[in-house]
């Protein structure tokens, strides 16, 4: 049996969501729900890794949802939901703990720049974290995982997981049925223009929730005149806009934001040089600002409207959570048998 493409990801409720998450993972969420069924998951279980405060971690799971709703996506036809609220990807996350190996985890990039220095602080959880993410998107046996750049290894992780798992279990597959092994491999889709949006005050630096810099990011919530403020104080650098994009080269500051003019406009870096290419950063500038506000402003308001009603977002993740479990319940069941576990 064909497994049906099935697209999942997930956004952490940690605060400040920025152009980053909008360009680089909610435009293709919104894009993909033409073609695919979709979950999108406010992953709350990942973000305590990291310690929140319980308040502000309620506040934040909202806003995800809030801005998932914002940019288009249909509750109705897809499934929004918190991550909690669906114990099989805790479940299955242990399941992959005891399949992943320490050498598979010791590689993870983002482990080591979050843990910083100080290693032996950091919480089991966050060293663990690539393999929830992995039952995430297995739990639900996605084919197609939409993400920016920085998650690439991960995906990569969890591809090496569900080929394990495979193998490990191959004739218990078989038993239950699944010739081919339980899990699908995942792919990941990182694609366009802006799969890593820049700090737009360092183009060597990613655009993060956590930069103490608010300069550093546009947020989705960021009204018209912070749009403009931050736009006009991105780094630049002293010569004027190349006329192609090969011109680019060395100049992070100034391909950041064609990167970034380039996937709102939906138009070609080519195309936008062609037609700012000899002019001066303070022309391409205001009509970047133009395209932010008009692409950012309707968002964040209509985010603030929804966020006056809690009990609706509540409501409509309830009812996400609602039918995540029918596919993760049956599923759990399957790999519980699989893996050899008495089902009572
Ligand atoms: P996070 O905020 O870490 O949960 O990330 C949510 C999604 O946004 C993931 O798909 C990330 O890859 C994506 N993302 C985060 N930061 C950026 C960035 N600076 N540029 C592009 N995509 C990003
Ligand atoms: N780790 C992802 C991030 O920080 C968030 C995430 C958790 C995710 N589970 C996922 C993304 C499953 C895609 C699929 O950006």
């Known amino acids: 049996m064909k497994l049906q493409e099935r697209v999942f990801s997930g956004i952490q409720p940690t605060g400040n969501l920025h152009l980053g998450n909008y360009l680089g993972a909610i435009t293709k969420f919104v894009a993909l729900q033409e073609s695919h069924d979709c979950l999108f998951c406010v992953v709350d279980l990942h973000a ?3 310690w929140q405060d319980p308040g502000e971690l309620r506040h934040n799971t909202r806003e995800v949802t809030a801005a998932f709703l914002a940019a288009g996506i249909d509750a109705k036809k897809h499934i929004i939901f918190n991550q909690s609220a669906v114990s099989g990807h805790a479940e299955l996350a242990w399941i992959f703990n005891c399949v992943a190996r320490m050498g598979w985890l010791n590689r993870m990039t983002q482990f080591k720049e979050k843990a910083g220095k100080n290693r032996e602080n950091a919480s089991v959880g966050l060293y663990a974290y690539p393999n929830l993410m992995a039952a995430d998107i297995l739990l639900y046996r996605a084919t197609h995982v939409p993400v920016g750049e920085d998650q690439k290894q991960h995906l990569e992780l969890a591809r090496d997981i569900a080929q394990k798992f495979n193998t490990d279990f191959s004739d218990s ?164 048998e699989i893996v050899g576990f008495i089902v009572s």
């Open 173 to 336: 597959c078989a038993a239950s049925g699944f010739a081919d092994g339980y899990f699908p491999l995942p792919e990941p889709l990182i694609t366009g223009p802006a799969t890593r949006v820049m700090s737009l005050r360092d183009g060597r630096s990613k655009m993060s929730k956590s930069d103490p810099s608010d300069l550093s990011r546009i947020n989705m919530t960021d009204d018209a005149d912070s749009i403009a403020k931050k736009v006009r104080k991105a780094k630049t650098d002293p010569e004027p806009l190349p006329s192609e994009a090969a011109g680019l080269e060395g100049r992070p500051e100034a391909a950041n934001l064609i990167g970034i003019y380039s996937a709102m406009a939906e138009r070609s870096g080519d195309d936008i040089l062609a037609e700012f290419g000899g002019r001066q950063f303070s022309d391409f500038k205001k009509a970047l600002v133009d395209l932010a506000v008009e692409n950012i402003s309707p968002i964040g308001e209509e985010m603030r409207r929804l966020m006056e009603d809690p009990g609706e977002i509540d409501a409509i993740l309830a009812d996400g959570a609602g039918r995540a479990h029918e596919i993760a319940d049956p599923h759990m069941a399957e790999i519980r």
């Open 48 to 50: 305590i890794t990291v």
